[in-house]
């Protein structure tokens, strides 16, 4: 099994910044893809962006000029650098692991962390 720690999340005013991490632990493949989910109240979970143990990132057309998915395997982290933040932003961010490939439902999921950006 793999778990999943997220943090950073917090309130931040339209325009600025935040970082999100997630820590992962347990059995963890060397091929692996990790991302980023976010969930609005009333609205689908949206894949915000992935990165796989090869480098290869994919981003959401709604965040492809301002987030930055990164990781450190050796850490076993994943970060999403969030810059110019607006309201439509605001949702629980979850960590998400698929085992090799990002195909279908991820197989691992973290409890997630609010993002609230106000006007």
């Known amino acids: 099994q793999v778990q999943l720690v997220e943090s950073g999340g917090g309130l931040v005013q339209a325009g600025g910044s935040l970082r999100l991490s997630c820590a992962a632990s347990?059995?963890?493949?060397?091929?692996?893809?990790m991302g980023w989910y976010r969930q609005a109240p009333g609205k689908q979970r949206e894949l915000v962006a992935h990165i796989s143990s090869g480098g290869i990132i994919n981003y959401a057309d709604s965040v492809k000029d301002r987030f930055t998915i990164s990781r450190d395997s050796v850490k076993k982290m994943v970060y999403l650098q969030m810059n110019s933040l607006k309201p439509e932003d605001t949702a629980v961010y979850y960590c998400?692991?698929?085992?090799?490939?990002?195909?279908?439902?991820?197989?691992?999921w973290g409890q997630g962390t609010q993002v609230t950006v106000s006007s």
């Open positions: 998400a692991y698929w085992m090799m490939l990002a195909r279908g439902d991820p197989k691992y």
């Open positions: 347990g059995s963890i493949f060397s091929i692996n893809v």
